[in-house]
């Protein structure tokens, strides 16, 4: 692997001074600029025919009606698919190669739950069809809820929650509910200081102070500093196991006890449940209660950010105060959705909603499928060789790149060093630009905080070894660029459809909207 | 296992390059007591992919598809005609398994789309700026009044009357969070919105009135005198509009003076998806920029000054503000807010428009039929394609046997509102442009078959 993708097409490539020809289109053969819409056609024009009927008179409407047409262009179903298309040839995405987000559990997305999701008798139902039009879409949300509670150990789960920090929102809320209902006032909420950025946000958000928790040497909670902290003012701990540097947190069971016995809660991020899920049952390590990602573990795509979907798993303790609406099945086999009718009388002690409707409906779909396509020992496999690839990571860059936590074992599934013993003047952002250059999506930086200059890798099970391979030779020489110092490295990436893009001025004077047709 | 490359010989090998004799030596920092022997007991193990979509699709075989039957189901989540390029560009690789774009040099699909997007909104809503969407209607109109306490420093919202009483409840676990006051009581059946009732509610103390447009009950609400009434206390105006195509035949909420106006973006190119994934639209005056929720795309230029987008103003959010974010939102509907940009971009103002105008005329159509039926009136003097008629009897038992003659004929109030039997008789009626003479004709004989 000494020239990796050398064979590869790079743009740049045929005559030395390529780099500097322009041509009259400003495009370069398949990078292909795109305009805005607006740039593309005037408003009053439509893509779209109708079949109007046979009168229609605006009666009734009056005073209510527009003055002006909404000036929005139409373009023809042709230029609207090139539009796209066009567009879409400027992402990177999880089809092109790895996309190694630390965090993010960036796997690939099967079309099997594509195909599913979209059969009519899951797209095209309305969440308020009388339940007797949908004993299927019930059936999908209990068999889902089950698969969720068995892997986790927990007793329950909510399903509604849209992505994750709104499951974190709704798993506080329980703690709140809980303690709330036996006339507890408490105001703290302990936060381990290698927590996702949505922990304290979201415990904040609920009128929690918080307060953090040191890491110790090797990566881990400092288990003394929070026994020394609990108390009577505690309301819980969110703690993300296995954690933001990539390690389980072993004392997590202690942690557990502790808490619980000082009157406390325990909330787990299970952002990253991708490295255990078949191996451990978190409620098997005394969690309250986990939102899963089911665009992380159970493969739901991203989407180009969202949507989501972040059901919440809860204990026994915990259970009584979950949102409306959740499923229940009948003596019969048969799943009856509870909400607001029998809410009052069957779940007097939960705490209303989340949001309108019933979840993620689209979602379930292509997380059951995911989960019954691999089954109890095709999980157990995933977790087993998402932490595998990461190790292999980890260990063939040793010496390469500092690992700050190497020295304390293997990694879960995700791999994380620093920027120690780079050249002066260069920095974790090179090496990300430097992998953008290589046909790679950079790791994810400058995260977690406990690490300087993080660089957090997370491959995913779905990378082949040699997949891996090209990679680590890529972050490699990246390495070794970093420390020489290789200046051409301080202006990557230099092959992208855009260079290094200024984010400053994009933010000293926000330009949110296109105005172009409107006098400056 | 076809999602899992690594074969039993790239493991062994990857071992013996990590110096791990078996896998479960990289699981050493889990306690033994904490380790599962096995595959969980009692569970099925993988099965192929014929298997699972023969599950799937027997479970998908026991719905009754909006599209198999007559159908006027809305009350916030509407059925629109889709065209077939929105779902085809929107499963293209790049855009399906991309992440959010914060390496902005590899994800200018995405992140002109958003610009794009924002546009789109923003001049929908009759707003000056707009967001990269939110996770759907209900959650967006919680963010709204927490950002409206936020800009006016005051904790007490009046949610009027015909906002959507699962909004009314997702505000409301809000508030349990944040110790606001909620005002709001349930709608009453008449033909006109409260409005005298929302502008008396309106007090110093008010942060903001939420006021849905055209409301639960179709009604078209005058916002114009709610917003002069709201900014005379010093209050905010947030408008919530769940059916966006309405926007194509009234008048925009921001134009009225609305100062936040959030929405449901799902009636275009989403789907009805039986709740979700949906998309919540945010649009709200430039000034208020700092105290938004969501992400943002702005535009900039890279360094060789070509034009390009990134995500912006990120010091309000979570990743980099942590307890002091504006919100502990970290996803936005990425997908779904391309979706409706692709459907917004093939109708443009003018498909729009046409749109509304087909939706409006058959719910004319299907009013002045389900008049005709005994006992039957119609509620709204003022409607777009949404309507509330009022029965002799209970609806819910009126839309449960119409579903066993195969009609899907609305949404019973009595399932919105089951704290308010004096609501119980309403039925709310709704209709698109996929309605036909057929279907009107079909939901009118049901009717009359079930009260008969």
């Known amino acids: 692997m000494n020239a990796p993708n050398a064979s590869g097409w790079r743009p740049e490539m045929g005559s030395a001074d390529a780099a500097d020809q322009v041509t009259a289109s400003g495009d370069r053969a398949l990078m292909l600029e795109e305009p805005l819409i607006f740039e593309l056609a005037a408003p009053g024009t439509t893509g779209v025919d109708f079949d109007p009927p046979a009168a229609s008179p605006l009666t009734s409407l009056g005073k209510f009606l527009r003055k002006d047409p909404l000036a929005l262009p139409g373009l023809s179903e042709p230029e609207t698919v090139r539009h796209y298309t066009r567009l879409s040839r400027q992402n990177y995405a999880i089809d092109l190669g790895p996309f190694p987000l630390g965090s993010c559990t960036m796997k690939h997305n099967p079309r099997l739950n594509e195909k599913v999701a979209r059969l009519p008798g899951f797209a095209d139902l309305h969440p308020l069809s009388p339940q007797q039009a949908v004993p299927g879409a019930l059936e999908v949300i209990n068999q889902l809820a089950f698969w969720l509670i068995e ?30 209902a036996r006339g507890d006032d408490r105001k703290v909420m302990l936060v381990p200081e290698s927590a996702h950025g949505t922990n304290p946000a979201t415990a904040a958000f609920a009128g929690f102070a918080i307060e953090n928790i040191p890491a110790n040497a090797e990566g881990r909670v400092d288990l003394a500093a929070l026994l020394a902290r609990l108390g009577p003012d505690v309301a819980g701990v969110m703690i993300t196991n296995p954690n933001t540097c990539g390690l389980f947190e072993r004392d997590m ?38 939102h899963i990602n089911l665009h992380k573990t159970f493969s739901t795509p991203h989407g180009g950010g969202g949507p989501g979907s972040g059901p919440v798993v809860l204990s026994k303790a915990l259970s009584p105060f979950g949102p409306l609406p959740y499923t229940v099945r009948e003596a019969d086999g048969s799943v009856r959705l509870v909400e607001e009718e029998d809410g009052a009388s069957e779940h007097p002690q939960g705490f209303g909603r989340m949001a309108a409707f019933h979840g993620q409906m689209g979602m379930f779909t292509r997380a059951l499928a995911y989960i019954l396509s691999h089954g109890a020992d095709g999980l157990r496999q995933v977790a087993e060789d998402a932490v595998l690839n990461a190790n292999y990571v980890l260990r063939s860059l040793d010496g390469e790149l500092d690992a700050p936590f190497g020295a304390s074992g293997p990694c879960m599934h995700e791999a994380l060093f620093s920027d120690a013993g780079l050249a002066d003047g260069f920095s974790t952002l090179d090496i990300a630009k430097g992998l953008i250059d290589e046909g790679f999506h950079p790791m994810t930086v400058y995260f977690p905080l406990v690490v300087h200059g993080a660089m957090l890798v997370e491959p995913t099970e779905t990378e082949s070894k040699a997949g891996l391979d090209r990679f680590i030779a890529s972050l490699r020489s990246l390495a070794q660029r970093a420390k020489q110092g290789d200046p051409a490295l301080k202006s990557a990436p230099h092959f992208a459809p855009r260079r290094r893009l200024d984010e400053t001025q994009a933010a000293r004077k926000p330009v949110l909207v296109w105005k172009g047709d409107q006098p400056a | ?35 599962l022997a096995g595959p969980i007991a009692g569970l099925p193990n993988h099965a192929s992919e014929m298997a699972v979509e023969r599950h799937m699709a027997a479970l998908a075989g026991k719905n009754v598809s909006a599209g198999s039957v007559p159908f006027f189901l809305g009350a916030g989540a509407y059925r629109h005609h889709v065209p077939a390029s929105v779902d085809h560009l929107i499963q293209r690789g790049e855009f399906l398994t991309a992440y959010t774009p914060y390496q902005p040099e590899i994800a200018q699909g995405t992140l002109q789309v958003l610009f794009e997007f924002q546009t789109q909104v923003a001049r929908l809503l009759g707003t000056e700026i707009a967001n990269a969407s939110m996770y759907d209607g209900s959650t967006a109109a919680w963010e709204a009044v927490a950002m409206a306490g936020r800009v006016t420093k005051r904790s007490k919202a009046v949610l009027c009357s015909g906002l959507h009483p699962h909004y009314v409840s997702t505000i409301r676990t809000m508030a349990k969070f944040t110790g606001d006051t909620i005002e709001w009581a349930a709608p009453r059946l008449e033909a006109e919105p409260d409005t005298a009732g929302v502008i008396a509610a309106i007090d110093a103390e008010t942060a903001c009135v939420v006021v849905q447009y055209p409301d639960i009950l179709g009604r078209v609400t005058d916002l114009a005198a709610i917003a002069e009434a709201a900014h005379a206390q010093g209050a905010l105006l947030v408008a919530v509009v769940t059916e966006p195509v309405a926007l194509g035949l009234i008048e925009a909420p921001g134009n009225l003076g609305a100062d936040i106006v959030v929405g449901e973006g799902q009636s275009l190119g989403v789907g009805l998806q039986f709740g979700g994934p949906y998309l919540g639209l945010f649009g709200c005056r430039e000034k208020f920029v700092r105290q938004m929720p969501g992400r943002l795309c702005g535009e900039t230029v890279d360094a060789e000054g070509r034009r390009g987008f990134v995500l912006t103003l990120s010091t309000r959010e979570q990743h980099i503000r942590r307890e002091k974010a504006t919100s502990n939102i970290c996803t936005n509907a990425g997908l779904c807010a391309l979706a409706f940009s692709i459907h917004m971009t093939l109708l443009g103002g003018e498909g729009l428009g046409q749109l509304a105008r087909v939706s409006h005329a058959r719910a004319q159509q299907a009013a002045t039929r389900l008049a005709k039926a005994p006992g039957v009136s119609v509620l709204n003097s003022a ?70």
């Open chain 1, 253 to 290: 069971k202690a942690i557990s006890d502790a808490v619980h016995a000082a009157g406390g809660y325990v909330y787990c991020d299970g952002a990253n449940f991708n490295a255990i899920v078949g191996k451990v049952r978190p409620g098997d390590l005394g969690i309250d209660a986990m």
């Open chain 2, 383 to 452: 409607y777009v394609n949404e309507f509330t008629v009022v029965l002799p009897s209970d609806a819910r038992d009126a839309v449960r046997r119409m579903a066993d003659r195969q009609v899907l004929g609305g949404v019973s109030l009595g399932r919105l509102y089951p704290d308010a039997p004096e609501l119980a008789n309403g039925l709310l009626v709704c209709t698109s442009e996929l309605t036909t003479d057929a279907d009107i004709e079909a939901l009118g004989s049901a009717l009359e078959g079930v009260l008969a």
């Open chain 1, 151 to 180: 892997l986790t150990g927990m007793h329950g789960v909510a399903m509604s929650p849209k992505a994750g920090a709104h499951g974190e929102l709704c798993g506080v809320l329980c703690i709140k509910a809980a303690l709330q």
């Open chain 2, 1 to 35: 296992m076809r999602y899992l490359p690594l074969t039993a010989e790239n493991r062994a090998e990857m071992l013996e390059q990590i110096g791990a004799a078996t896998v479960d030596d990289l699981f050493v920092d889990v306690p033994v007591e904490a380790r």
